[in-house]
T-cell receptor, first 114, second 119 residues
Framework: AQKVTQAQTEISVVEKEDVTLDCVYE???????LFWYKQPPSGELVFLIR??????QNEISGRYSWNFQKSTSSFNFTITASQVVDSAVYFC???????????FGPGTSLSVIP | GAVVSQHPSRVICKSGTSVKIECRSL??????MFWYRQFPKQSLMLMAT?????????EQGVEKDKFLINHASLTLSTLTVTSAHPEDSSFYIC???????????????FGPGTRLTVT
């Protein structure tokens, strides 16, 4: 069965600290997609990144970076020099099979304290 | 990027009434749309998959007679919560699938969500 685990329920950091959000997934499919979304208090989902299972290259976008390791089934997300505006719930998600379903992890609530 | 809209953004209704939520893909055609429900401080749970021109596919535990889904066109899917009760109060989010770039260029776009409160 497919599953996405985000072991960190809540994280609190002081502004300018780096923080890594963990994501571990389970699937027997060899072809799948992984996503990260940000959900600020307003509720709207903000797409951050999509990665397919054949692309293990790490990616950096500004202060954000992602580390995809198939060997450990992990897709971790790091925010460098965190800011108050980064405070939100972050979801890791898995798309698999016939690309008809996305399963979300439980989310990690990040609080960045000024 | 592609845009998906939802209407209304917030709705309050009385127990026993029905409420309709619309999900529209604004600049692409979506043969498949998805409806999610999110309770406070919880993750998104897929309720059903809406396919244009055919019946929706509901996830286990979701009452199809209570959550009516109609995907009448390639840009519009509606979710009707019938005989709503307070326990139906939740954040409902739709997403639309754009495969115009081919099956393996999968793109899924989420709407802004609808917050339903049943009193």
């Amino acid at each position: 069965a497919q599953k996405v685990t985000q072991a960190q329920t809540e994280i609190s950091v002081v502004e300018k600290e780096d923080v890594t959000l963990d994501c571990v997934y389970e699937t027997r499919d060899t072809t799948y997609y992984l996503f990260w979304y940000k959900q600020p208090p307003s509720g709207e989902l903000v797409f951050l990144i999509r990665r397919n299972s054949f692309d293990e290259q790490n990616e950096i976008s500004g202060r954000y970076s992602w580390n995809f390791q198939k060997s450990t089934s992990s897709f971790n997300f790091t925010i460098t020099a965190s800011q108050v505006v980064d405070s939100a719930v972050y979801f890791c998600a898995l798309l698999w099979g016939s690309y008809d379903k996305v399963i979300f992890g439980p989310g990690t609530s990040l609080s960045v304290i000024p | 990027g592609a845009v998906v809209s939802q209407h209304p953004s917030r709705v309050i209704c009385k127990s026993g009434t029905s409420v309709k939520i619309e999900c529209r893909s604004l600049d692409f055609q979506a043969t498949t749309m998805f409806w999610y429900r999110q309770f406070p401080k919880q993750s998104l749970m897929l309720m059903a998959t809406s396919n244009e021109g055919s019946k929706a596919t509901y996830e286990q535990g979701v009452e199809k007679d209570k959550f009516l889904i109609n995907h009448a066109s390639l840009t519009l899917s509606t979710l009707t919560v019938t005989s709503a009760h307070p326990e139906d109060s939740s954040f409902y989010i739709c997403s639309a699938r754009d495969i115009s770039g081919g099956l393996y260029s999968y793109e899924q776009y989420f709407g802004p969500g609808t917050r339903l409160t049943v009193t």
